[in-house]
């Protein structure tokens, strides 16, 4: 391969105490060999030992800022405003990629001008690296399958790649988001009818642990995900819209339910909106605490 064979990719790795897995990320990454690949880590202030870690690395690396921010997403931003590739993505410092995944990716972009963003397929590990499922893009690629999801809607983010013109209409990652950004960026991109080209080799891993915040912080991405149909909702035609709140509806219920501390919080949200007391959702969550709480006596 030769540098003006393939078009330079931009790869961003945003890393906050991953220590335990950084230097496995940073060198399926590295190990590619691709030969025109810009890749840069910003860390917000690890304190873990990543930061050793990122100095073992730095003369293979083409930026690596360590500095306090303000989350995940402005994390990512400032790595992706440093980007000078005609492609770019981004990984996250406990997902790796499989070996030639660089190599695929510029192929298909290559290949085919008009692709402007890419998805492929990812393999699900544990926090040992030991295979436990996959991920595939699979859904309705409109805005409105993407919101109202009557069939599940699937984008594997670390085998998701794109072209970095987009940002210069679309804008970069919403910072005021901490989860979902990456669902809110692909709403952006069906919204203004870029579609997306699909590759159905495994491109990258995804990785579950117990620290990952797609494990432990379910209800802040359930919270976000009010937030992103709540913003794209009034781009949807009336009867879409519609299903669309009914199905918010259900999601801050059932966040209210998951989030209450018993029996009395829970009515005391449900005094705020009495008209909860319609949803067998509701009721059934008051009679299962109210049950709960008569064994507990007993």
């Known amino acids: 391969m030769s540098t003006s064979t393939f078009p330079r990719i931009s790869l961003v790795t945003p890393s906050f105490n991953q220590k335990d897995f950084l230097e496995e990320t940073l060198r399926s990454v590295l190990d590619q060999k691709y030969p025109n690949l810009q890749y840069g880590v910003v860390d917000g202030g690890s304190t873990d030992g990543s930061v050793e870690v990122l100095e073992r690395y730095r003369d293979r690396l083409d930026y690596v800022v360590i500095e306090k921010d303000d989350g995940q997403s402005q994390a990512i931003n400032k790595g992706l405003a440093r980007c000078d590739g005609e492609v770019v993505g981004y990984l996250n410092s406990d997902d790796t990629l499989l070996p030639g995944a660089l190599e695929r990716v510029a192929t298909v972009f290559r290949e085919d001008p008009a692709c402007n963003w890419l998805i492929g397929r990812c393999r699900v590990i544990d926090e040992h690296g030991q ?32 072209r970095r013109s987009l940002h210069s209409h679309l804008g970069y990652l919403d910072e005021s988001l901490h989860h979902c950004m990456d669902f809110e960026l692909w709403c952006r991109f069906l919204a203004n009818g870029i579609e997306p080209h699909f590759e159905f080799e495994e491109l990258a891993t995804y990785r579950m642990h117990a620290h990952s915040k797609s494990c432990a912080e379910q209800s802040r991405f359930i919270e976000a995900l009010i937030r992103i149909e709540g913003w794209y909702a009034p781009n949807l035609p009336w009867v879409q819209k519609m299903t669309l709140h009914r199905m918010m509806g259900y ?16 009515l005391a949200k449900v005094v705020s909106k009495p008209w909860w007391l319609a949803s067998q959702q509701v009721r059934a969550a008051l009679f299962t605490v109210e049950r709960a709480n008569r064994r507990n006596a007993a």
């Open 251 to 266: 999601q801050r219920r059932a966040l209210a339910v998951q989030s209450s501390a018993g029996k009395r919080e829970l």
């Open 131 to 162: 295979r436990i499922g996959a991920i595939t893009p699979t859904g309705e690629f409109t805005l409105a399958g993407a919101l109202v999801r009557q069939s599940r809607f699937e984008v594997p983010q670390p085998a998701t790649f794109w």
